[in-house]
């Protein structure tokens, strides 16, 4: 099992997953075009995720939760950025294990929006080489695509905390 325990190794596995998203935006052309919105870390037990959270609040600026399909899910501002070809990602979304307990510890996925085109276009653009796979769920659908091991591009219509904004209101 898969478990960060220190602030430096979430920073040290984030940039790993950061590495073949960067190789996915360079074959693709996506700089310029599409900005990157947040990164996603899935835990495998409450346990784990209150032990994550924990380990995060003193590295965030905020921390907004809410119950989301039968789980918690923490959207957190960190004070340190994680750096990206489509730009510095301020957020991280923080999943709770799914009631199925599907879910294994680690950086899931990164949310990308598109800033110089539409959404469509940038999902059909990826699908001319790719095997994009639509993803519906009750709270928004997304385009995926899973590239080097089995981290996911996921494309986004906008940044999630406008999403949070709304709701709040």
Do not use: W
Not at 86 to 93: A, D, H, K, T
Not at 103 to 108: L, P, S
Request: aromatic letters at 10%.
């Amino acid at each position: 099992m898969n478990t960060i325990k220190t602030i430096k190794e979430f920073y040290t596995e984030a940039e790993q997953s950061v590495r073949s998203f960067n190789r996915f935006v360079a074959k693709h052309n996506l700089q310029g075009k599409t900005k990157a919105d947040h990164i996603c870390y899935k835990c495998d037990s409450a346990e784990y995720f209150d032990s994550v959270r924990a380990l995060l609040e003193s590295e965030s600026d905020y921390i907004y939760q809410a119950n989301i399909s039968g789980r918690r899910i923490s959207y957190i501002k960190l004070k340190r950025s994680v750096h990206t070809a489509l730009g510095e990602i301020n957020f991280l979304e923080l999943s709770d294990q799914k009631p199925d307990n599907s879910q294994k510890n680690g950086f899931d996925n990164i949310e990308v929006f598109p800033t110089a085109m539409t959404y469509n276009e940038m999902v059909e653009m990826l699908e001319e080489s790719e095997t994009v796979i639509k993803v519906e769920r009750p709270h928004h659908t997304t385009h995926d695509i899973k590239i080097e091991d089995g981290f996911i591009f996921r494309c986004t219509h906008a940044p999630l905390i406008e999403k949070i904004k709304t709701e709040m209101v």
